[in-house]
């Protein structure tokens, strides 16, 4: 997949860090933060929106309080890595909600996932009914993480 570069400059970056730190701010109080009046900052807000670089505005969810903090890292070995199986796997995949990340990767393994369960009882009947089950899988190993020292989102773009 090939994207095109959308060229920063001093301000579209402001706007990004200021709208990643609290992306409910409002145009005027954006706009006194990166030191421009309202119309030209709300105009480039729009034109970082229609480029595709500003994706959408969401609430970030705490999962300790939603119940929900046990993290696993599962590397996944597919049986077939053809494109066709790709595929298959990328949009199989995507359906699962608690997989909150799936990166393909070039080492010893095809994919790593990012997994979030309430607990390790969850975990492993998630493993065995919906990860073993999605398309080409061979094998699995998981690493369940003890602690999160560092989750962050893009915040800085400089």
């Known amino acids: 997949m090939e994207y095109d570069r959308v060229g920063l400059d001093r301000f579209d970056s402001a706007i990004l860090s200021e709208l990643a730190r609290d992306g409910r701010m409002s145009v005027t109080d954006l706009a006194a933060r990166i030191g421009l009046s309202k119309s030209p900052t709300q105009a480039r807000l729009r034109k970082l929106e229609k480029d595709g670089v500003i994706l959408g505005y969401r609430a970030m969810l705490d999962p300790i309080r939603l119940g929900m903090d046990h993290v696993a890292?599962?590397?996944?070995?597919?049986?077939?890595?053809?494109?066709?199986?790709?595929?298959?796997?990328?949009?199989?995949?995507?359906?699962v909600p608690e997989i909150e990340q799936a990166h393909m990767i070039a080492g010893n393994f095809d994919y790593l996932l990012k997994v979030r369960t309430r607990d390790m009882a969850d975990y492993r009947q998630f493993l065995g009914e919906t990860i073993s089950q999605l398309p080409y899988v061979a094998s699995t190993s998981t690493y369940v993480a003890m602690e999160a020292v560092k989750e962050a989102v893009l915040a800085d773009v400089t």
């Open 73 to 95: 890292f599962v590397e996944v070995r597919l049986t077939d890595t053809r494109e066709g199986a790709l595929i298959a796997f990328n949009q199989a995949v995507v359906k």
